[in-house]
């Protein structure tokens, strides 16, 4: 997990947040510390802000939680400010401390800034994952086994389940031979960013070599989703470096196929809407998917 802190101390609103009748009505102080969790380390190579989490925007965000809709707990204010930095596709965890200075608690606290009360809570990146998985030189099915189980190990990701081996035509590119492709569904603590890096180290032991754009390969690792659309707990996002979810599952039958096999329930964010990846399937060209060797990955 990640070292890297950016830390954000001291943001303060006055509003009307509380429990008593009181505190409807009459304004007081509000003050939150906010601490991310996040491997800085690339952007403290790349001087890219595309790279990091800019923290204005956290800042501003939790203010205005901290301004918004008056609630009775600053557990409430403390949750809404973390499950805001978690979407951020860069922020592994979130410490969000929330003080309540002149809160009425009928004794005498301290009168500095940060006397009288204070909620502090912790939260981690802790969603479902879509992983599709593909090779087409070499010997696939060994090379997808050794992907599957280097994915089970990393730190921060267990695999819940694998889909049966499709062979598949090559989609687009030079002539190549078939593939072999499957879906993982894992468990993910790592933010999306750290996990797609943890992908490409993966693809790297085994000589993914990025080239000729849909091109043969020995191992391709394609982060298709993260989160579930059903709850609105997917993650959204387009970048350089990163586009959720896929912007081309829903038209891969060598994605779909797997997926659909592995978890029937699965759905999947087409716009602003959660469609049933069978739905999507029933839409899909698939004449180039079939049947694959069985194989027992884990």
């Known amino acids: 997990m990640a070292a890297d802190r950016i830390i954000l101390n001291g943001i303060t609103v006055t509003s009307c947040h509380g429990v008593l009748p009181q505190e409807k009505t009459s304004p007081q102080r509000f003050i939150a510390d906010i601490v991310l969790e996040c491997d800085l380390s690339r952007a403290g190579h790349s001087d890219d802000l595309a790279h990091t989490v800019s923290y204005a925007e956290i800042a501003q965000e939790a203010e205005a939680i901290l301004r918004g809709p008056t609630v009775d707990l600053i557990e409430t204010l403390a949750q809404r400010i973390a499950d805001t930095a978690l979407t951020r596709v860069a922020v592994e965890a979130v410490e969000v401390t929330i003080h309540k200075p002149q809160a009425p608690a009928g004794v005498v606290f301290h009168d500095g800034q940060l006397g009288g009360p204070a909620v502090r809570i912790r939260r981690e990146q802790d969603r479902q994952v879509v992983i599709a998985c593909g090779a087409n030189l070499g010997d696939r099915e060994a090379t997808l086994s050794a992907a599957v189980r280097a994915l ?86 387009a970048t350089n470096d990163l586009t959720l979810p896929h912007p081309r599952a829903a038209v891969r039958g060598f994605v779909l196929v797997p997926w659909s096999q592995v978890d029937p329930a699965a759905a999947l964010r087409c716009g602003d809407t959660a469609r049933p990846v069978l739905q999507i399937l029933g839409a899909v060209d698939v004449s180039g998917v079939r049947s694959g060797p069985p194989w027992w990955p884990l």
């Not at 032991?205 to 754009?213: L, S, T």
């Open 152 to 237: 089970d190990r990393t730190p921060g990701i267990q695999v819940v389940a694998v889909s049966p081996l499709v062979e598949t035509d090559p989609v687009g590119g030079p002539d190549q031979p078939d593939y072999l492709n499957a879906v993982v569904i894992a468990r993910s603590r790592l933010a999306p960013l750290h996990l797609l890096g943890e992908l490409h180290r993966i693809e790297s032991w085994h000589h993914r070599i990025r080239e000729v754009r849909w091109g043969a390969r020995t191992l391709d690792l394609d982060l298709i989703q993260v989160g579930d659309p059903d709850n609105g707990s997917d993650l959204i996002c």
